[in-house]
C-alpha cells in the first residue's frame, strides 16, 4: 500500500508543469519573484578591476533580494560549452548558470543554437536610460540581439607605451611593422582565442583591407581568400618580428602588461581605454606610460549580459542586469579609479544630479579623451572572428 500511495505521489510531482517564465513587462512581479534567489554570473575573472565593480554590484544586489554569485571565468566559451552540454543532456530548467558576460561569437552561437531566455532586456525598467539610436546597443558584431542580451558598458581598442622609452609610437599597422622591423622582438599580442589576439587581428584586416563592408556582412557572403590575403601577408612579415620571434605568445592582456613592466616589449593594448591607468594605479607601469590608438581609429563594441534559456533564477538574472544599466553603477564603471568603461547611458536622459557623477570622474594623462578616442570602428560580423582564429592558429600558432 505504502509503495502504491508513493507512486501515485511521484507520478503527480512529475505531471506538475514547469514553472513559468517571469515576464520582464511586469517589473513588480520580477521583483518579487527575484526575492531570495541566488545568480550565479559567470564572467572573465581577469581583472582586479572587473572583480572589484562586480563584488559592488554584489551589494547592491543584495539590497534587492538577491544574493550574486561571480563564477570566474578565463574564457567566456566555457559557459557556453556548459548551457550547450546541459541542453544536449535534457536539462531544460534549473540550469547552473543565471547569467553570463556575453558579446561577439559566443553570443551569435548561443542565439543560433537556441541556448538564450527572452526577449527580456529592453523591458528593464533602466533600459529608457540609453539611446534607443545607439546601433552598438541593439546589434552584437552585427548580430541583432532582439532583447536576449542588455549591454552594460562600452569599450574600445586602445593600444599603451612608455614614452620614456618610446615618445613616438607607431600609430598604424603598417607603421607598426615598419617600426617592428628596426625594433625586433619588442611587439606581441596575446595568442587567439584569448579575445585580444582576434581584436588584433580584426584590426589589422580593417586597416589593410580594401572591402571594410565586407566584413560586416557574414563571411559565407564574401570572398573570404581575397579579402584576407592582406593579413596574411602582413603577417607573415611582422610574425618573425615579434617577441620571442613568434614562437610563443603570451596568454592574455595582465602577460602583456608583465612583459611591458620587465622592459621585454614596448607596445600593449587593451579594450578598456583606461587600462594604462589601471596598470599605473595598481603599480604594475610606471607613471610614464601613455595611451594612443591608429589614425584611422580602432574597433568598438558593447558588452553584454545574457540568461541562458534554463536559468534557474531569471527574475533575479533580470535584477541584476537593471543593476547594471543604473546611474549608479554606470558612474562607478566609467570612474577612471574604479575601472574605466564607457558608459551606455545616454547622459541627457539622466536627471542633473545623476549626471554629476560621471563629470566629477577625472581622467589623467594616461588615458584619452572621448574626443581624443573619437568615433569607435565597428566590429566585423561575429563569424570573422571564428574564422580568422582558426586559420591564424593554423598558420601560426603551432611550434614551428
Request: proline share 9%.
Amino acid at each position: 500500500m505504502y509503495k502504491r500511495t508513493l507512486a501515485i505521489a511521484l507520478a503527480a510531482l512529475t505531471a506538475l508543469p514547469a514553472a513559468a517564465d517571469p515576464d520582464p513587462t511586469d517589473w513588480p512581479a520580477v521583483k518579487a519573484e527575484a526575492q531570495g534567489e541566488t545568480v550565479y554570473w559567470n564572467a572573465w575573472g581577469g581583472s582586479e578591476a572587473v572583480n572589484g565593480l562586480i563584488d559592488w554590484i554584489a551589494t547592491q544586489a543584495a539590497a534587492e533580494g538577491v544574493t550574486l554569485e561571480h563564477v570566474k571565468l578565463s574564457d567566456t566559451s566555457e559557459a557556453v560549452s556548459r548551457v550547450l552540454a546541459e541542453k544536449s543532456a535534457g536539462k531544460t530548467t534549473d540550469g547552473g548558470i543565471d547569467l553570463i558576460w556575453l558579446n561577439g561569437a559566443n553570443f551569435a552561437a548561443m542565439k543560433e543554437q537556441g541556448l538564450l531566455f527572452g526577449p527580456w532586456a529592453e523591458a528593464l525598467p533602466n533600459r529608457a536610460l540609453t539611446d534607443p539610436r545607439n546601433p552598438a546597443l541593439s546589434a552584437d558584431f552585427t548580430v541583432p540581439t532582439e532583447g536576449m542580451e542588455s549591454p552594460w558598458g562600452l569599450a574600445q581598442l586602445v593600444f599603451f607605451h612608455d614614452s620614456a622609452r618610446l615618445p613616438e609610437p607607431p600609430r598604424s599597422m603598417q607603421a607598426l611593422l615598419d617600426w617592428a622591423e628596426q625594433n625586433p622582438g619588442r611587439f606581441t599580442f596575446p595568442q587567439p582565442p584569448d579575445f585580444l589576439g582576434p581584436t588584433f587581428l580584426k584590426q589589422a584586416l580593417i586597416e589593410l583591407g580594401s572591402d571594410p563592408e565586407a566584413l560586416q556582412r557574414p563571411v559565407s557572403e564574401a570572398d573570404y581568400d581575397a579579402v584576407t590575403a592582406p593579413l596574411w601577408a602582413y603577417l607573415d612579415a611582422l610574425t618573425p618580428l615579434l617577441w620571442r620571434q613568434g614562437r610563443a605568445y603570451p596568454q592574455n592582456a595582465a602577460r602583456m602588461v608583465q612583459l611591458m613592466a620587465d622592459n621585454e616589449i614596448d607596445i600593449g593594448f587593451d579594450f578598456n581605454p583606461n587600462a594604462a591607468a589601471n596598470a599605473i594605479a595598481a603599480g604594475q607601469l610606471p607613471p610614464t606610460v601613455r595611451s594612443h590608438i591608429h589614425d584611422g581609429g580602432t574597433l568598438g563594441n558593447a558588452s553584454f549580459v545574457a540568461i541562458p534559456f534554463n536559468a534557474n533564477a531569471k527574475a533575479g538574472a533580470m535584477v541584476v542586469a537593471d543593476i547594471l544599466l543604473s546611474p549608479e553603477a554606470q558612474a562607478r564603471m566609467a570612474d577612471p579609479a574604479v575601472w574605466g568603461l564607457g558608459t551606455v547611458l545616454d547622459l541627457e536622459r539622466l536627471s542633473p544630479a545623476q549626471r554629476e557623477p560621471f563629470k566629477a570622474a577625472s581622467v589623467g594623462p594616461e588615458t584619452l579623451s572621448s574626443q581624443q578616442l573619437g568615433t569607435p570602428l565597428p566590429e566585423p560580423h561575429s563569424s570573422w572572428t571564428v574564422a580568422l582564429e582558426r586559420d591564424w592558429t593554423a598558420r601560426y600558432g603551432t611550434t614551428r
